[in-house]
């Protein structure tokens, strides 16, 4: 058993009353994944991953993946847990039924995300990367390279991964310099290093398919010239039995705060001399226009993260503050002294204590509403509705990728917080959780990369129309508002959607640099309105549901205080980050780059 437990309850209210997991399967497709299903479900896998992942959390920090020669060895504790993790079928959720998955929506497999990356952030990476092979695969591959690769990795029996950055190609993939060389059978040989690869190298599975960007030889420069390349680790024999060794191997592993249990890999690919065998996915030179049709489940995957961990650092600092006894509770002068209290009961504890809840529950609400705008914009048979959620959906996931890995960051740090100077003891474990949170806002595109994108692509591509929708959408809810109970949560919405407006305009109307001055402090204004939004729609069902029979009055009721904590403390830092949006550039660069250190 570990401390980790699945907060269930809190999953459901948000798939049920925020997120429209009902509406959602009476779709077709989805018409296995009612309610009831799903919550016996997902309490199957808070098992799984409270019983047998979470106790992996701490050898993976403190063992660390090992290279021995090219091999590289995870802790004994990850091989045991994949392979139950495989045998149960947990991998399968969320793929499609005709390649041997469960059909599950996104918003379904989002909340299993969740409770593995609690249990073991390291450890999930492994299927989050397979997940991505398997997506790319699906849409992109052609009937060989499926046949040959899906089942495996549906099932989790091989592992994926994702080979695109290299020494001077990291936020630029146009500098990528990986060559692929056609050979006369149609196969192509792959020559070049690729560093930080996640899992590129591991003992939790036989066999490992890489994705690999690289570029033919008469391919155009820049990102136009970038092709997608299958290249297993272990060829596949006609029969489906694995072969002989590619020609690629991890030459190096990096030693790196956090996520010690996932293998951070250099890959060598044709060191050997012929080149490591390739197989093209999809068209040659589109490569970046396959990678974007993975990018968005892929960055939502990371915002999960964010929630995931914080989720995690929480439970064990509400813990810890129930126990930890130090100082008295406040009292007036002629009051007689009080005896020694448990932290929780300080004011400033609980103030951090709220602030990791309010933040927990809005990025859970934030993820999944994004998930569910990606099944729809896949699945609803209704074109206009599709095509609605898909720029819903494109606008929400950089501010789910940055804003729910930064605030993941934020409230590990609280969480350490909490513990005094225990927490910055490794023995506590809530150091770990800090340093593994940390790598959230990195990859997968900067969270800087994130902003641009936010600004640049995804609202400037309807001029604003999304998000100007949305806004509405949010006035709506803050209008919709007539609760006395609720009353400041209106209030501070109002505002804040008045800052956000304005916030947009600006965006909009300035030139590239002024624009991308202002990125940051937009998605943070952004995700700081969405959470306010999506809480205070908490706060509204849980109104509703008070009135019913049997209702579980004392989690509707947190769920009202928790809303109007939100709106009280943290939603009027959008409106303060009015003016950081709309600051220019001047004084960024007023400085020489030669000045600045000195
Ligand atoms: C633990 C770990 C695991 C990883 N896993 C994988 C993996 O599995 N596969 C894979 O391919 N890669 C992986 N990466 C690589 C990761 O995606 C890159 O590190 C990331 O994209 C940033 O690239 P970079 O490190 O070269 O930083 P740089 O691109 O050099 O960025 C440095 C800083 O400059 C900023 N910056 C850069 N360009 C711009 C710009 N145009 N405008 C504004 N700001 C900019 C960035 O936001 C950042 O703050 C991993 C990295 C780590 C550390």
Redesign the pocket.
């Known amino acids: 058993m570990s401390d980790y437990r699945p907060p269930l309850r809190d999953v459901r209210f948000a798939l049920e009353k925020v997120a429209g997991l009902p509406a959602l399967a009476e779709l077709d497709v989805f018409a296995h994944a009612d309610i009831e299903t799903t919550a016996d479900l997902l309490e199957e896998v808070g098992r799984f991953a409270a019983e047998v992942i979470a106790p992996t959390n701490r050898d993976g920090d403190l063992e660390g993946a090992v290279l021995e020669g090219d091999r590289v060895r995870t802790p004994a504790s990850f091989k045991r847990a994949h392979d139950q993790y495989v045998g149960a079928g947990w991998g399968t959720l969320q793929h499609a039924v005709e390649h041997g998955g469960g059909g599950f929506p996104l918003l379904v497999s989002t909340a299993v995300k969740e409770m593995f990356t609690s249990a073991n952030m390291a450890f999930s990476l492994c299927p989050l990367?397979t997940t991505g092979a398997v997506h790319a695969l699906t849409i992109h591959g052609d009937a060989d390279l499926k046949e040959t690769y899906l089942g495996q990795l549906v099932t989790g029996e091989w592992a994926g991964?994702?080979?695109?950055?290299e020494p001077q190609?990291?936020?630029?993939l146009a500098e990528i310099r990986t060559r692929a060389v056609p050979a006369e059978d149609g196969t192509y040989r792959i020559f070049g290093q690729?560093?930080?690869?996640?899992?590129?190298e591991h003992d939790l599975t036989e066999n490992i398919i890489h994705l690999v960007l690289a570029r033919l030889p008469d391919a155009p420069p820049g990102t136009k010239g970038l092709s997608l390349f299958l290249v297993p680790k272990l060829f596949v024999n006609a029969d489906g039995t694995l072969g002989e060794r590619n020609d690629l191997r991890c030459i190096a592993i990096?030693h790196?705060l956090g996520?010690h249990g996932?293998p951070?890999c250099v890959m060598s690919f044709g060191d050997d001399g012929d080149g490591a065998v390739g197989f093209l996915v999809g068209e040659a030179n589109s490569g970046m226009r396959q990678m974007f049709t993975m990018m968005n489940d892929a960055r939502l995957g990371v915002g999960v993260q964010g929630l995931a961990i914080a989720e995690r650092a929480f439970q064990q600092a509400v813990g810890y503050a129930r126990e930890r006894i130090q100082g008295r509770p406040p009292r007036r002068d002629d009051d007689p002294e009080p005896a020694e209290t448990t932290i929780v009961d300080h004011p400033d504890v609980r103030r951090m204590i709220m602030t990791m809840r309010a933040y927990i529950e809005a990025m859970r609400c934030l993820v999944y509403v994004n998930a569910e705008a990606l099944d729809r914009a896949l699945h609803d048979p209704d074109p206009a509705v599709a095509a609605e959620r898909q720029a819903l959906a494109d606008l929400l996931t950089p501010i789910s990728k940055a804003w729910c890995s930064d605030v993941g960051v934020e409230v590990a740090s609280l969480a350490l917080q909490v513990h005094g100077g225990a927490g910055y003891i490794e023995e506590t474990g809530a150091a770990q959780h800090y340093r593994d949170a940390r790598?959230a806002p990195?990859?997968?595109?900067?969270?800087?990369?994130q902003a641009?994108d936010l600004v640049g692509r995804k609202l400037h591509s309807d001029g604003g129309e999304t998000a100007r929708r949305l806004i509405d959408e949010i006035r709506a809810t803050a209008t919709a508002i007539d609760d006395p109970a609720l009353a400041t949560v209106g209030d501070h919405l109002v505002e804040a959607t008045v800052a956000l407006e304005k916030a947009t305009q600006w965006i909009l109307a300035a030139d590239p640099t002024e624009m991308?001055a202002g990125a940051t402090p937009y998605l943070r204004m952004f995700g700081q309105v969405a959470g306010g939004w999506l809480l205070a729609r908490s706060a509204l069902a849980a109104l509703g549901d008070l009135a019913d029979a049997g209702a579980d009055e004392d989690f509707l009721r947190a769920k009202i205080t928790t809303a109007r904590f939100y709106a009280d403390n943290l939603l009027p830092l959008a409106t303060s980050l009015l003016p950081a949006v709309t600051a220019g550039s001047d004084d960024l660069f007023a400085i020489s780059a030669e000045r600045l250190a000195s």
């Open positions: 990367l991964s994702m080979n695109l950055t190609a990291g936020s630029d690729k560093i930080f690869i996640t899992f590129g990096e790196k996520i996932s951070t790598i990195i990859y997968e595109g900067t969270n800087g990369i641009i991308l």
